[in-house]
T-cell receptor
Framework: AQSVTQPDIHITVSEGASLELRCNYS??????LFWYVQSPGQGLQLLLK??????LVQGIKGFEAEFKRSQSSFNLRKPSVHWSDAAEYFC????????????FGAGTRLFVKA | EAGVTQSPTHLIKTRGQQATLRCSPI?????VYWYQQALGLGLQFLLW???????NRGNFPPRFSGRQFPNYSSELNVNALELEDSALYLC???????????????FGSGTQLSVL
């Protein structure tokens, strides 16, 4: 069965510092992998997605994620965090199982301190 | 505690028809979100209702509409169905704690809409 684990419930980083949000997934085949961001008062916004090809994926807002099959991971990174990045981030894995379904992680809340 | 419930699980319609999808949020949750999940595209934000009002809308045509009832349940209506409307429609609910927007989305399992 598909599953997504985001080990960190919340993370606090200083503005300008680098960021890495962890995501591990479980799926028997090559999955579709996503990172979504949820800013306060907003719905989910897709940051980036990985289907195939280059394992380093560039997304919006300066985010990137790297797919590592050997580790079943899809960690999200940003070299320099801005205060506006404070939000909740959801990793998700999707699969075409007779109807496209996506499993989301529990989310990681990012706090940015000045 | 019951989670977000959506009905029906599957819905088959033909092009040009109307579809109505329903969502019941978690008790105490006042916000309901609708997402479209088309094959390979991830979630696409559709609508957000809070306290009975539409708060935000995604980039979808007006034939996608909805409403939220006094008990916070919600309906999503799709008129004049097109083939590309075939997708999984996810509903999520959330709550606000005090003055802090501390929304965590709780998703239902979705309605699989197939337009033939």
């Amino acid at each position: 069965a598909q599953s997504v684990t985001q080990p960190d419930i919340h993370i606090t980083v200083s503005e300008g510092a680098s960021l890495e949000l962890r995501c591990n997934y479980s799926y028997g085949a090559t999955p579709y992998l996503f990172w979504y961001v949820q800013s306060p008062g907003q719905g989910l916004q897709l940051l980036l997605k990985y289907f195939s090809g280059d394992t380093l994926v560039q997304g919006i807002k300066g985010f990137e994620a790297e797919f590592k099959r050997s580790q079943s991971s899809f960690n999200l990174r940003k070299p320099s965090v801005h205060w506006s990045d404070a939000a909740e981030y959801f990793c998700a894995v999707g699969a075409d199982t007779g109807g496209f379904k996506t499993i989301f992680g529990a989310g990681t809340r990012l706090f940015v301190k000045a | 505690e019951a989670g977000v419930t959506q009905s029906p699980t599957h819905l088959i319609k033909t092009r040009g028809q109307q579809a109505t999808l329903r969502c019941s949020p978690i008790s105490g949750h006042t916000s309901v979100y609708w997402y479209q999940q088309a094959l390979g595209l991830g979630l696409q934000f559709l609508l957000w209702y809070d306290e009975g009002e539409e708060r935000n809308r995604g980039n979808f045509p007006p034939r996608f509409s909805g409403r939220q009832f006094p008990n916070y349940s919600s309906e999503l209506n799709v008129n004049a169905l097109e083939l590309e409307d075939s997708a999984l429609y996810l509903c999520a609910s959330s709550y606000i704690v005090g003055d802090e927007t501390n929304e965590k989305l709780f998703f239902g399992s979705g309605t699989q809409l197939s337009v033939l």
